[in-house]
Nanobody
Framework: QVQLVESGGGLVQAGGSVRLSCVVS????????MGWYRQAPGMERELVAT???????IYADSVKGRFTISRDYAKNTMYLQMNNLKPDDTGVYYC??????????WGQGTQVTVSS
């Protein structure tokens, strides 16, 4: 059974950068397409970046130009480089497949808090 472990979050000032990691214990290829999700306080979980099977990565408008999703298949790891962070980026970040039939149990997520 695939397990997901997110890490790399923390407290950062507005304008700063953070890189998140998602380690997949299992076959990462079975999870593709994968994405990073964000859940802000009191809000529903939203998809902010997608790593597709083919073609270009996909970003929510709110993070386009600031976030970059990438992967290292040799390490079974997916990353999210977050630059020029804004207070609205605050939330718990999760990784998972974007296809419900491929989705694993949600991990614990990693908290990112951006101070103004």
């Amino acid at each position: 059974q695939v397990q997901l472990v997110e890490s790399g979050g923390g407290l950062v000032q507005a304008g700063g950068s953070v890189r998140l990691s998602c380690v997949v214990s299992g076959n990462i290829f079975s999870m593709i397409p994968m994405g990073w999700y964000r859940q802000a306080p009191g809000m529903e979980r939203e998809l902010v970046a997608t790593l597709p099977r083919t073609g270009s990565n996909i970003y929510a408008d709110s993070v386009k130009g600031r976030f970059t999703i990438s992967r290292d298949y040799a390490k079974n790891t997916m990353y999210l480089q977050m630059n020029n962070l804004k207070p609205d980026d605050t939330g718990v970040y999760y990784c998972n497949s974007v296809e419900s039939t491929r989705r694993a149990a949600w991990g614990q997520g990693t908290q990112v808090t951006v101070s103004s």
